[in-house]
């Protein structure tokens, strides 16, 4: 059974800067791809960045230019930087791994962007 574990979430100021890790039990180039999701009270689950075993990377338009997703390929871990945050990041992140017929997701991390 593949493990997702998030970790890096917390309370933070608007304007500053987080970075979410996502720790994989499995070789990340097993997977399709790997992303991070979002849901915010009372919003649907929606995807905020992911990165292809080829490398490719797609964002959210909401946080083009803010965040970031990399990968470390030696510690099976993908990793989310969010820069300038908003209060409107303030969500449940999700850690995603696809593959051709399975979906797998991690507990979820609290990003709080408040003053």
């Known amino acids: 059974q593949v493990q997702l574990v998030e970790s890096g979430g917390c309370l933070v100021q608007p304007g500053g800067s987080l970075r979410l890790s996502c720790a994989a039990s499995?070789?990340?180039?097993?997977?399709?791809?790997m992303g991070w999701y979002r849901q915010a009270p009372g919003k649907e689950r929606g995807l905020v960045a992911a990165?292809?075993?080829?490398?490719?990377?797609n964002y959210a338009d909401s946080v083009k230019g803010r965040f970031t997703i990399s990968r470390d390929n030696d510690k099976n871990t993908v990793y989310l930087q969010m820069n300038r945050l908003k209060p409107e990041d303030t969500a449940v992140y999700y850690c995603?791994?696809?593959?051709?017929?399975?979906?797998?997701w991690g507990q979820g991390t609290q990003v709080t962007v408040s003053s």
């Open positions: 995603n791994a696809e593959r051709t017929f399975d979906h797998y």
């Open positions: 499995e070789s990340i180039f097993s997977f399709n791809a």
């Open positions: 990165i292809t075993s080829g490398g490719r990377r």
